[in-house]
DNA sequence: TTTTAGTGTAATCATTATGGTTACATTAAA
DNA sequence: TTTAATGTAACCATAATGATTACACTAAAA
């Protein structure tokens, strides 16, 4: 799981803590101590999600959708294309005569994707919402 | 997770098949597909654990333990020193007025802690025994 | 007692992945 | 028409990863 998690994490609790107004990729930028490009194409993604909402051409910028609240970060995840644990090396080789040396490499491509799930499950309950809370004390 | 646990458990899995003889770090490295240095590297650390035993010397290599088959893949994972979901990017400046920016950081980490204690749970009820099982079909 | 074949471990190298930077076409407000 | 923004691609520097090489150490075998 990349840095991108994180920015798109960063933007919307950011976006969801100030729900009024607009921000362009260079204030997010500042805010989450990255360059506006990279911001750029991270809401980019989450836009193409309906997660966040943009505007173009002069004066325009990024706002929160009314429900971003509710917004899960399992549902983040999976806009921006990313699994917690990413694929791991397989091991052996498929054309081997060997049952281990053949076969190990979908038992790891196995338990790699359940460890996503739980992951996932996990990410499902924390909330954009929950996260604002516990920033600004709200608990 | 790198690729040092698909070697651990590629190579604890090999053995535990064929927990009555001793192979070298070449044997394995061949089965697994990776170098030797790279097994003894993986195999030193299973072997401080006492998750294997090894032998020094002319004829010298790695076996299987008694109880192998009950060893767990969390035990495995925290042998070699590795966790599912490596620590994420922590955005924002911990300096910074503004709550959102100065929290990022510790709440990214503790979703980070959050997945790898449920991924861990996983990988607990994952055994050597239940992989070769699998492998040599005899579910 | 010497040779030999192995482990343990560190250093180096090549490759890949990652994130930062720059650039620019496109868009829409002013 | 100008300006300020997004969307996106290309490029670069750096970091991470795994392969390779080397060698000190160890213990069996000759």
Known sequence: MNAEFSVAVHAMVYLAAHCQASFNSSELASNICTNPARVRKVMSKL??????????????????????????????????????????????????DCLVCSGMGSVMDDICHGMNLVAFDYLKKVTIGSICDRLLQKR
């Not at 999600?49 to 899960?72: M, N, P």
């Not at 549902?75 to 498929?94: C, H, R, T, Y």
């Open 47 to 96: 836009c193409k999600a309906s997660l966040v909402v943009s505007t173009k051409g002069q004066g325009s910028g990024y706002a929160s959708i009314a429900e971003a609240r509710r917004t899960d970060l399992a549902v983040i995840a999976k806009a921006i294309d990313e699994v917690p644990v990413e694929d791991i090396w397989q091991s052996g080789d498929l054309d081997r």
